[in-house]
């Protein structure tokens, strides 16, 4: 039998056991759709001129939780996350009010589970998404949280500023990692106030890595895709929106020049050997969602929306049982992909070698010099989008790179070890209906590494800056989280 034989042969026995694997597992665990990143009436404003200030319920988000619930449903979801900003005593209102109306919302659309949750103001960091574990007390866990923790609880003037230090974001981590119940810490929109390439704002490199290793079980990633991508399109779904100064909008609410997103998704992650992989190469189990934070649909003029409803454009999926503890679950771990318009609605990606096989977010163990192959499914859903398009995905990049440990610089933002080993236009596909599966060996490991994929409907080799302005449903991709290959 020849070389060339003979990996055929191998590659379609893997295919085979990746199908039946798929085939078997499917009967417990499917993709679901969901958002991490919901806003509601009860992200408020405030009258501060009065002491506690008086709540002004709907002035940044403005839809009932139900209506979100019900959007949600209509655009294929099958869980969210309500997180309303934190605010002066805003963990009272949460407590009172808005959890009140997350149950009635769960009573009247039970298509979609629905996490408690919030948009905490991280000590001393932007917004960070917090999802409670559904439970008994989770409103009281929730409200025990924000009190305590939520940058801009206080209502006093001046605010106390021990609550936006460094030191009360350690305290928060470690107080939450000791729950009987974990809670889930995702950044949310990283990068919306870098200054460029590399020069971050709020949040920083040292930071998430000091949070992930304070806390590794909650603090467990970063919005990859944010939400606001419809701020480009004028009310009537065209691009070219502008601000009140005549400026032209950008993805995202990303407005500074020289750090727009790329590809809709944030630097941190489109950037092949950037900061998220810099992560991923210290072996950090650290992941990336994609979310909608909706507020105001951009369709209502009247309060100048500049969001997608939930599902409308962005759409984390997750391989989970649909209930909330696997939905959770699969959000910690990792079985999780990031897409935009509905450009894949499955995505299955494999590692075999030494008789073993690892999923997205799990870990291959095997000496070095073992054959890996390489299986990577995805489905193109039938029909139109809700941008009116049927898009097709043009190509797969299959990325790699080397695991080297902690590294002792924290502020390290690169990985060099990092490529595209890979990429996939359609001639190199199988079809199977709407599934296509590209099968290929990796080259020989004699180290660690990591692997990961992502797609796009369009002909860039790399994601460019977003331009102001632009059509989002013209730049789609999709971005698988990684497997680690440990290599002994």
Same mark, same amino acid.
């Given at each position: ?155 006093? +003037?001046? &605010? %106390? ?5 460094? /030191? =009360? $974001?350690? @305290? ?60 480009? +399109?004028? &009310? %009537? ?5 502008? /601000? =009140? $100064?005549? @400026? ?71 391989? =989970? $049982? ?167």
């Amino acid at each position: 039998m020849t070389p060339r034989i003979w990996l055929s042969v191998m590659l379609a026995a893997a295919l085979m056991l990746v199908l039946a694997f798929r085939t078997s597992v499917s009967e417990s665990r499917q993709w679901l759709a969901g958002d991490s990143h919901i806003h509601s009436h009860w992200s408020v404003g405030y009258d501060r001129r009065q002491g506690p200030p008086r709540v002004l319920k709907g002035q940044e988000g403005i839809y009932s939780t139900p209506r979100n619930a019900v959007m949600a449903r209509q655009f294929g979801l099958r869980w969210m996350v309500t997180t309303d900003h934190g605010g002066p005593n805003h963990s009272q209102l949460n407590f009172e009010q808005a959890y009140r109306e997350l149950t009635l919302s769960r009573t009247l659309v039970p298509e979609v589970l629905q996490f408690y949750g919030m948009e905490l103001n991280m000590p001393g960091m932007d917004h960070h998404t917090l999802i409670i574990p559904k439970a008994e007390d989770e409103a009281a866990v929730l409200w025990d949280i924000e009190s305590q923790f939520d940058q801009n609880e206080d209502w006093q +003037l001046p &605010p %106390d500023p021990h609550r936006r230090t460094p /030191d =009360a $974001r350690r @305290r928060a981590l470690e107080y939450m990692a000791k729950l009987d119940e974990l809670p889930l810490l995702f950044a949310n929109h990283p990068s919306r106030s870098a200054l460029a390439i590399g020069v971050y704002g709020l949040d920083s490199p040292t930071e998430f890595r000091e949070n992930n290793t304070l806390a590794p079980d909650v603090y467990r990633g970063m919005e990859g895709a944010p939400g606001h991508q419809a701020s480009t +399109l004028t &009310p %009537d779904g065209a691009p070219g929106r502008v /601000d =009140a $100064r005549g @400026r032209l909008r950008a993805r995202g609410g990303y407005q500074r020049r020289g750090a727009h997103t790329m590809g809709g998704f944030d630097q941190m992650t489109a950037i092949v050997g950037g900061l998220w992989d810099a992560l991923l190469g210290e072996g950090r189990r650290f992941w990336v969602v994609a979310t909608s934070d909706s507020h105001a649909h951009y369709a209502d003029q009247a309060r100048q929306g500049s969001d997608f409803w939930p599902g409308e454009f962005h759409k984390t999926y997750v391989f =989970a $049982r649909p209930e909330f503890g696997d939905v959770l679950d699969g959000l910690r771990q990792g079985r999780v992909f990031a897409v935009a318009g509905d450009l894949i609605s499955e995505l299955d990606v494999m590692v075999i070698g030494g008789g073993e096989r690892a999923e997205m977010g799990s870990t291959l163990r095997l000496t070095a010099g073992t054959p890996v192959d390489l299986t990577m499914t995805f489905r193109d859903p039938v029909g139109l989008n809700a941008g009116g398009v049927d898009p097709t995905v043009a190509r797969v990049d299959l990325i790699m790179g080397r695991v080297q440990g902690p590294l002792s610089d924290s502020r390290i933002d690169r990985n060099p070890t990092t490529r595209v080993i890979a990429r996939f236009g359609q001639a190199a596909w199988r079809a199977r209906g709407d599934e296509y599966t590209i099968t290929t060996r990796l080259p020989a490991l004699d180290h660690s590494v990591y692997v990961r994929v992502r797609g796009t409907s369009t002909d860039d080799t790399e994601p460019p800056m977003d331009a102001p302005g632009e059509n989002p449903w013209t730049d789609l991709w999709f971005y698988s989280n990684p497997i680690f290959i440990e290599v002994e």
